[in-house]
């Protein structure tokens, strides 16, 4: 019982991150070596610098990313355990 807990909580994880990866992947379409330009969606957790640099992580947008997807895999699973009980 324990194991069908855990395996929707990871394949609502694996489908969460996914989609916000689409998200993230229709955000920023082009390529551009020489832009300054974010990355990540809902919060931008990292910048390109192009050639002069000024390249880094976003901390707060990372760990706001993160969150926001264990806290929607979280509730995902809970309703898929709520509609679709085990017994």
């Not at 990540?40 to 002069?52: N, S």
Request: glycine letters at 10%.
């Amino acid at each position: 019982m324990m194991i069908v807990l855990v395996r929707r909580f990871l394949l609502s994880l694996f489908m969460i991150t996914f989609l916000f990866a689409v998200a993230d992947g229709i955000k920023h379409r082009y390529i551009c070596y020489d832009c300054f330009q974010p990355h990540g969606w809902p919060w931008t957790y990292y910048h390109d610098g192009g050639f002069a640099g000024g390249n880094g992580y976003e901390w707060p947008g990372l760990v706001g990313d993160l969150a926001a997807i264990l806290t929607m895999s979280v509730a995902v699973a809970w309703i898929w355990n709520k509609r679709k009980p085990l017994v």
